[in-house]
């Protein structure tokens, strides 16, 4: 019988989506809720652990999904934790919001304001921690303005008519190269300089190596549940395994925890195999030209070119060797599945496989 596995509240980690951590579980967030042993990872927390005794501003760089919140929620915690964190995200605020959104508003700023006015995400993170992410998506003239607040350590709110004395540590995160932003007149200079104090790069999951193992392995235990658990502890084939550390996770951890929760939603038996891993991974791998263990010789992926503007096309070859490449990685090498999925006789695969083998 399909054994089910549901999503549970789980402690945050290196994931972009805490939507559902309590207040209580974010104020317990620590550098210890970051997993990974790659000199990389291991790297950029020495780093985070450093600067959390410092005051300056802090930026933090990483590709989306990489855990850049968690990290300033981390640092926070390590320096202001009796203070608020706050976080704001840039790039999900509207233009003509961002700027009561960040520096509150008194009343009549603008048609429809609380008649009370509304505090601001600086004047709420008094004595704690202000995450602005994503701040390469800031516009230009509301960064005019932070640039004023972090220099004079003050706030005006929007329609406002006297400036508020404010506290609070600043942090930034972003995908985007800042540098680049600011040769091409996107970012300012002078804003630029003000945040990167201290820096702080977060690897890319791909860079991680094993890491990519011990997060996988994590997440099947978080996501699986007690009945699952309770008659043999879930593990990933040796082929699944190859191909998740082959992969190269362009969502980073945020895909990797959504790849495991698909798989123990496919999986009838203890083990996660090829098969049950989603197929945007196994068709990557078989059509980036990534070499994989075949039937006991190693045999690379055919790139499968794509219909398009340049007319090109690929041999009627190259397409069958994609398909059995994709069919033997998605059945962990078992031949009878993989003809099965093929729609083909055990004698037919065997032959083509030889075939493939020659050729090389």
């Not at 233009?95 to 601001?120: Q, R, V």
């Not at 992969?247 to 083990?271: C, F, H, S």
Request: proline share 3%; with cysteine; hydrophobic share 40%.
């Amino acid at each position: 019988m399909k054994k089910q596995c549901l999503e549970r509240k789980v402690r945050p980690l290196l994931i972009g989506k805490q939507s559902a951590i309590s207040t209580e579980e974010k104020n317990s967030l620590t550098f210890d809720n970051i997993v990974g042993d790659s000199h990389l990872i291991r790297q950029a927390l020495e780093q985070s652990q450093r600067f959390a005794s410092s005051l300056a501003n802090i930026l933090i760089l990483g590709e989306t999904g990489t855990g850049k919140e968690l990290f300033a929620e981390a640092i926070h915690n390590e320096s202001r934790p009796d203070g608020p964190f706050l976080a704001l995200n840039c790039a999900a605020i509207p233009k003509s919001l961002i700027e009561s959104e960040l520096f509150g508003y008194d009343n009549g700023a603008f048609t429809g304001a609380n008649k009370n006015g509304s505090l601001g995400k600086i004047e709420l993170a008094q004595g704690g921690t202000l995450l602005l992410d994503e701040i390469g998506d800031m516009p230009l003239e509301t960064q005019a303005v932070l640039l004023r607040v972090l220099e004079n350590k003050q706030v005006m709110r929007v329609g406002g008519k006297e400036y508020r004395p404010v506290d609070f540590r600043l942090i930034a995160s972003t995908h985007k190269d800042l540098q680049t932003a600011v040769k091409n007149g996107q970012f300012r200079q002078d804003l630029y300089y003000r945040l990167n104090v201290l820096k702080v790069n977060i690897p890319p999951l791909r860079q991680r190596g094993r890491d990519v193992i011990i997060l996988a392995e994590y997440f099947i235990n978080t996501y699986c549940d007690d009945r699952f658990s309770k008659t043999k502890k879930l593990q990933l084939s040796p082929a699944a395994r190859d191909i998740l550390l082959k992969y190269d996770w362009p969502g980073n951890i945020r895909q990797l925890e959504n790849a495991m929760i698909y798989a123990l939603n496919m999986i009838d038996t203890d083990v996660i195999a090829p098969r049950h891993l989603p197929d945007e991974i196994i068709d990557s791998i078989a059509q980036a030209g990534t070499e994989v263990q075949i039937s006991g010789q190693r045999t690379r992926g055919s790139k499968v070119i794509q219909f398009g503007e340049t007319e090109q096309t690929c041999s009627l070859r190259e397409a069958e060797q994609t398909c059995i490449i994709k069919a033997m990685i998605k059945s962990g090498n078992n031949i009878a599945l993989a003809a099965e999925l093929l729609q083909v006789s055990k004698s037919t695969l065997y032959r083509k496989l030889e075939m493939f083998k020659a050729q090389e």
